[in-house]
Nanobody, 114 residues
């Protein structure tokens, strides 16, 4: 069983920044990939960014150039640095461990005011 605990969400004005953290209860060194997803009210959950065990990254088009995903295996932590935030970034952000056994965190709310 793997527990993922997110933190760092909050209320920020448009143009501001936040850094989300996801701490895993086990060593993440061998995890295939980890990612951040988000879900806004009335919308489906969507991928925001993914980072592989080798450090390769992929981003949703809507966040490219503004968000950066990173991982610190020594701290069992994945980060999402979010800059130039927009009101449309408002959502609950979830940490995800990729299959073969997938896990989700409980989510952290990000609210961007205009």
């Amino acid at each position: 069983q793997v527990q993922l605990v997110e933190s760092g969400g909050g209320l920020v004005q448009a143009g501001g920044s936040l850094r989300l953290s996801c701490v895993a209860s086990v060593n993440i060194f061998n995890f295939n990939a980890m990612g951040w997803y988000r879900q806004a009210p009335g919308n489906q959950r969507e991928v925001v960014a993914v980072i592989t065990s080798g450090g390769s990254t992929n981003y949703a088009d809507s966040v490219k150039g503004r968000f950066t995903i990173s991982r610190d295996n020594a701290k069992n932590t994945v980060y999402l640095q979010m800059n130039s935030l927009k009101p449309e970034d408002t959502a609950v952000y979830y940490c995800h461990k990729a299959p073969p056994t997938a896990y989700w965190g409980q989510g952290t709310q990000v609210t961007v005011s205009s």
